[in-house]
């Protein structure tokens, strides 16, 4: 697969990620708020994108691109896992013992996937290879993410109160709805190929036809 065609696969799966994210907490107000199963998908799909997004603008992004991939796919990991399972953690550190702690829901993994996608966004308007602004969507939904994730993680690390965000449902939804939005829309840029390059590749081609 050449690496355009790879940037358009991924391109249309940040899209459908896009658009099922935002599903996702439609359906999980509609029919219960325990349905996090649901996130499994949109999390497979914004990962393909999330690749196609790195190869696309790897050379530009430099070390800032680099982490906000890592940090993002360590983040989709842990709140596709969050979304179907638990993980208790518990030892020692000098004779001092801790835990269990409860590591359970989406709330790990949404302070943590909103953090690598602040730093993608940056990173996207550094490289400056799709249009310059295009992940300010991306930005916002993905620092009010990464806020309400680390909230809801503090509640339940201090009093086991679960996933807990501290948010109102309207605000809650505003923010969810906007980091969707922002990988759909950088989705479909990937997807159209509207970047610098393409729209020169396509001038000159327009410039040739004419001649």
Do not use: C
């Not at 179907?84 to 702690?101: D, K």
Request: proline letters at 5%; glycine letters at 18%; aromatic letters at 8%.
């Amino acid at each position: 697969m050449t690496g355009s065609n790879f940037t358009r696969l991924g391109g249309f799966g940040a899209l459908l990620g896009g658009l099922l994210w935002v599903a996702s907490f439609g359906a999980a107000q509609a029919i219960s708020p325990d349905l996090k199963g649901v996130l499994v998908g949109p999390v497979l799909l914004l990962l393909l994108g999330l690749s196609a997004l790195q190869a696309r603008h790897a050379t530009g992004s430099g070390r800032l691109g680099k982490s906000g991939f890592a940090v993002t796919l360590v983040g989709l990991v842990l709140l596709a896992y969050g979304s179907v399972g638990r993980a208790v953690i518990s030892g020692s550190v000098g004779g001092f013992e801790y835990g269990p702690l409860l590591f359970a829901g989406i709330a790990p993994g949404a302070l943590v996937l909103g953090a690598g996608a602040v730093l993608t966004a940056i990173s996207v308007i550094v490289a400056n290879v799709l249009p310059r602004f295009s992940s300010i969507p991306l930005l916002i939904g993905a620092a009010g993410v990464a806020a309400a994730g680390g909230l809801a993680l503090g509640h339940q690390l201090v009093d086991g109160s679960g996933d807990i965000f501290p948010l109102p449902v309207g605000p809650l939804a505003v923010l969810w709805a906007v980091f969707g939005i922002g990988w759909l829309w950088l989705g479909y840029l990937l997807w159209a190929e509207r970047t610098p390059a393409a729209e020169r590749a396509r001038a000159a081609l327009l410039e040739a036809e004419r001649r």
